[in-house]
């Protein structure tokens, strides 16, 4: 069965860190660009950070506080959050696209387009 599956949300509080985790089955990453996106309610979804082989993205939103990584190994991307605040509350997605079709910023600022697959998301809350 082909899927992406998220883990690592979680309540945590202002200031704090989550590292996510996005783990493909089913296919192989390392033909594919990788990225993280976010709804919050009421909210449209945005790209958070992309990664296509060496190049990454990030949102200016996130720029400095997370970073984005691959272990081809274990067949995952990461997502390390830090420094969050409560408008980094909101359903955490991974999706893939095949690395010929998009670029990794392409990716990131067009999140309704084209994705070959989605995960189910994780939730994160930052809260006191």
């Known amino acids: 069965q082909l899927q992406l599956v998220e883990s690592g949300g979680g309540l945590v509080q202002p200031g704090g860190s989550l590292r996510l985790s996005c783990e493909a089955s089913?296919?192989?990453?390392?033909?594919?660009?990788i990225g993280w996106f976010r709804q919050a309610p009421v909210k449209e979804r945005e790209g958070v950070s992309c990664?296509?082989?060496?190049?990454?993205y990030y949102a200016d939103s996130v720029k400095g506080r997370f970073t984005i990584s691959r272990d081809s190994a274990k067949n995952t991307v990461y997502l390390q959050m830090n420094s969050l605040n409560p408008e980094d509350t909101a359903v955490y997605y991974c999706?893939?696209?095949?690395?010929?079709?998009?670029?990794?910023?392409?990716?990131?600022?067009?999140?309704?387009?084209?994705?070959?697959?989605w995960g189910k998301g994780t939730l994160v809350t930052v809260s006191s």
């Open positions: 999706a893939a696209v095949h690395f010929v079709k998009r670029t990794a910023q392409a990716m990131c600022v067009t999140p309704d387009y084209g994705m070959d697959y």
């Open positions: 990664i296509r082989t060496s190049s990454t």
């Open positions: 089913g296919f192989s990453l390392d033909y594919y660009a």
